[in-house]
């Protein structure tokens, strides 16, 4: 069905399902005719393409999905929608609805079972009280994905897809930048929904195909390292790896003389070289 966008339309569902917005799930619908053809487009689906979608709603970004794509998998958790989205997709004969919490699904399965032989996107207008935990999930567990297109709140998009090394990037910056090359598409205004939430949007992609070559020992050092750092961003390096690490300082000293760091460098103005060359030289240090 074309126009889930249209308020009317929105509204005649909503009456003949006795559907009403969850606040707790995150449930700000995309009113704007505009924006899902162009997520759809960006995402880099074509006819080769699987595409994962969180949280379809009442399918509004599914449909313009499913025109591009060869198949279209949709995890949604509000039970009360999979018999809305029956009659909202009719017109798809490649779309699947799964009933369940993205954050509990094993997506490795679900790719495997839905996707073979195909490339698989993921394309999401996130509900934004759980944004950071489900791009994380996505990055986190080295699916076989090109790139991850999601909606979130535009404060969240400037941070994830900050640079390196200025004073927008944080720990979840690395992160990203870690697993893949982030970039804003375009801004998506508060009215654009319904209900309207507080703040603007945004849309990002992140191209997990175009990920950083770094060398880095041990993962999960370099995440705490990372982490440690930007958990006190106003001291130095040095002194937070030794106090959020508990390992003491002269080992700490050594790893950043052995990595080349600046030794009065603030977390904000580190590369994502020098993290992984510091915690590449901490594990040596530590052995
Ligand atoms: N795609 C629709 C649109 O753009 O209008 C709805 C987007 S709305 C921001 C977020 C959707 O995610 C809602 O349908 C909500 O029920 C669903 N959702 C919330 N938490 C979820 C979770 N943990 N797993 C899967 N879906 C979830």
Not at 83 to 98: C, E, Q, R, S
Request: charge should be neutral.
């Amino acid at each position: 069905m074309d126009r889930l966008w249209d308020m009317g339309e929105i509204k005649r569902i909503m009456e003949s399902s006795g559907f009403t917005f969850s606040k707790a799930l995150g449930q700000n619908f995309l009113i704007n005719p505009s924006v899902c053809p162009k997520m759809a487009e960006l995402c880099g689906a074509d006819e080769n393409t699987g595409v994962i979608e969180v949280g379809p709603g009442i399918g509004v970004l599914t449909n313009e999905l499913c025109k591009v794509a060869k198949k279209v998998v949709a995890i949604e958790l509000d039970e009360r929608l999979p018999a809305i989205l029956g009659k909202t997709l009719a017109d798809h004969d490649n779309v699947k609805v799964i009933s369940g919490d993205v954050m509990k699904i094993d997506l490795h399965k679900l790719i495997e079972d839905e996707f073979q032989g195909m490339d698989v996107v993921v394309c999401a207008n996130l509900p934004y009280y759980i944004t950071s935990p489900v791009i994380m999930k996505l990055l986190e567990e080295k699916l076989p994905i090109k790139a991850l297109t999601v909606m979130v709140q535009k404060e969240a998009a400037d941070r994830l897809c900050a640079q390196m090394g200025t004073r927008e990037c944080g720990a979840v910056t690395a992160a990203v930048r870690y697993y893949s090359e982030p970039k804003l598409l375009f801004k998506v205004s508060a009215g654009s929904f319904v209900p309207a939430p507080k703040v603007d949007s945004a849309v990002i992609r992140m191209d997990v195909d175009k990920k950083p070559a770094l060398e880095i020992k041990d993962e999960k050092l370099f995440f705490r390292v990372v982490r440690g750092a930007f958990s006190q961003r106003r001291k130095t390096v040095a002194n937070s790896l030794s106090s959020m690490l508990s390992i003491d300082k002269q080992t700490v000293n050594s790893a950043i003389v052995k990595a080349g760091v600046n030794p009065q460098a603030r977390p904000e103005a580190m590369t994502l070289e020098e993290f992984a060359a510091l915690s590449n030289a901490l594990l040596e240090e530590m052995q």
